[in-house]
């Protein structure tokens, strides 16, 4: 069974940045694709970014630029560098899982997802 613990969400104000990260164990990291989603109060869960098993990454066109993922296969974690935060990007960020490895923006293709991690932009 794969397991997912995210931390490092927090409360930020606008301009600020903060880093989240996602600890996974059960598995064979190195095999998958990891995603970051997130879902604000009364809306979708939407894709943020994902980083196949050859590190290649994807983002929203909504963060690009302002976020970074990357993974650390020996530690068998997942960390996402949001900068330059906005209110706008306040939500439940969740990680997940894509066992196929290559990474994708649909929510659907993961199998396995973390608990969430609240972070907060204020103005």
């Known amino acids: 069974q794969v397991q997912l613990v995210e931390s490092g969400g927090g409360l930020v104000q606008t301009g600020g940045s903060l880093r989240v990260s996602c600890a996974v164990s059960?598995?064979?990291?190195?095999?998958?694709?990891m995603g970051w989603f997130r879902q604000a109060p009364g809306k979708e869960r939407e894709f943020v970014a994902t980083?196949?098993?050859?590190?290649?990454?994807t983002y929203a066109e909504s963060v690009k630029g302002r976020f970074t993922i990357s993974r650390d296969d020996a530690k068998a974690t997942v960390n996402l560098q949001m900068n330059s935060l906005k209110p706008a990007d306040t939500a439940v960020y969740y990680c997940?899982?894509?066992?196929w490895g290559k990474g994708n923006i649909r929510a659907g293709a993961y199998s396995y997802w973390g608990q969430g991690t609240q972070v907060t932009v204020s103005l």
């Open positions: 059960g598995g064979i990291f190195t095999l998958y694709a």
């Open positions: 980083i196949s098993r050859q590190h290649e990454a």
């Open positions: 997940a899982v894509d066992l």
